[in-house]
């Protein structure tokens, strides 16, 4: 069975700050890994993605997160927030032979100016 | 861009009716998805549909829930009837293939729905 832990529902930080999303996830298979993020009232968008390979996966909109088998995480990173990253970020797992998503509780993002 | 489509975008009912919901998946995704995503919580998985055919419906109540894509292309899924549970929002996702972990699911803008 897999599963997926974000660390926090609510992160808030200053405009400018590094923006820090936390996941751990458990899999019984070799885990992709995703991040999207939620605006209000609408549908979820791909920001990247942990398939094979380089366990640093760079995004859209400056984003970042690495794998670590070791420690089961997948954190999420941007070095400087914008005003326009306050949203949902939802983390999820895919190893399911039907290649099914789980996702996470969701973690809301709110930026400060 | 190609997108994922859904309608009704915004849907209140009256508890015991009937509702349904619409979507038109990207042109050449084969793997349709409806996913219910209650207010605070991450998208869950209703319904997966490869063509037309249900290849995963587990977490679907059946009692109540029904979802077809008759031509393997668009699909609808129904609640029939509506209790107050069921308010959240419902999404649709599309893929390119089934049964590939790591190909991408491009999702609708989503359905909200309010049961009173």
């Known amino acids: 069975a897999q599963s997926v832990t974000q660390l926090g529902s609510h992160v808030s930080v200053s405009e400018g700050a590094l923006v820090l999303l936390r996941c751990n996830y458990s899999?019984?298979?070799?885990?992709?890994l995703f991040w999207y993020v939620q605006y209000p009232n609408q549908g979820l968008q791909l920001l990247l993605k942990?398939?094979?390979?380089?366990?640093l996966v760079k995004g859209i909109n400056g984003f970042e997160a690495e794998f670590k088998k070791s420690e089961t995480s997948f954190h999420l990173t941007k070095p400087s927030a914008h005003m326009s990253d306050a949203a949902e970020y939802f983390c999820?797992?895919?190893?399911?032979?039907?290649?099914?998503?789980?996702f996470g509780k969701g973690t809301k993002l709110s930026v400060k100016p | 861009e190609a997108e994922v489509a859904q309608s009704p975008r915004y849907k209140i009912t009256e508890k015991s009716q009937a509702v349904a919901f619409w979507c038109d998946p990207i042109?050449?995704?084969?793997?349709l998805y409806w996913y219910r995503q209650i207010l605070g919580q991450g998208p869950e998985l209703l319904v997966q549909?490869?063509?037309?055919?249900?290849?995963?419906d587990s977490q679907l109540p059946k009692d109540r829930f029904s979802a077809e894509r008759l031509k393997g292309v668009d699909s609808t899924l129904k609640i029939q009837p509506a209790e107050l549970g069921d308010s959240a929002m419902y999404l649709c996702?599309?893929?390119?293939?089934?049964?590939?972990?790591?190909?991408?699911?491009?999702f609708g803008p989503g359905t909200r729905l309010t049961v009173l």
């Open positions: 996702a599309s893929s390119f293939q089934q049964g590939v972990s790591y190909n991408e699911q491009f």
């Open positions: 899999s019984s298979v070799p885990p992709y």
């Open positions: 942990y398939t094979t390979g380089a366990t």
């Open positions: 999820a797992v895919s190893g399911g032979s039907q290649g099914n998503l789980i």
């Open positions: 042109s050449g995704h084969a793997t």
């Open positions: 549909f490869q063509d037309e055919s249900v290849v995963d």
